[in-house]
């Protein structure tokens, strides 16, 4: 921001300049009939109110933000795998859960052997 005012006497001129530096204005140059003064614009009221509002926004951030959550499921193998698609199988399942072909009800053994047949042929 700059103004400029004008006065009408050196007495007056010089008052100003008193004036000024008296509220915080530094004296930048004084050509005699021309006196430059500056104060910074800086005002902390509004430096503190930009702060609250970055912490706020920070602390919401914080406290809204999304959780990741990772489900991780152990399950237990019965050592059988489906003859069609190869994923394993829990223990007493009649369809297979990941392609729905029928699973022979009896041990791995079997399963096994019906492997080996179809070899065999
Ligand atoms: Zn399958």
Redesign the pocket.
């Known amino acids: 921001m700059e103004i400029e005012v004008t006065v009408q006497s050196q007495k007056e001129f010089d008052e100003a300049i008193e004036r000024y530096i008296a509220s915080g204005y530094v004296l930048e140059s004084n050509m005699g009939d021309t006196a430059v003064l500056r104060k910074k614009g800086f005002k902390l009221w509004i430096f503190i109110v930009l702060l609250i509002f970055i912490l706020v926004g920070a602390i919401l951030y914080y406290f809204l933000s999304d959780d990741n959550v990772v489900i991780l499921k152990k399950v237990a193998s019965s050592g059988r795998y ?1 003859e ?2 190869g ?1 394993s199988l829990k223990e007493g399942e009649k369809f ?1 859960p ?2 729905g ?1 029928t699973i022979n009800s009896n041990d791995g053994s079997s399963a096994n052997m019906i492997d080996d047949n179809a070899i065999n042929i």
Do not use: D
Request: aromatic share 0%; net charge positive; proline share 0%.
């Open positions: 489906c069609k698609c994923s297979c990941n392609c072909a």
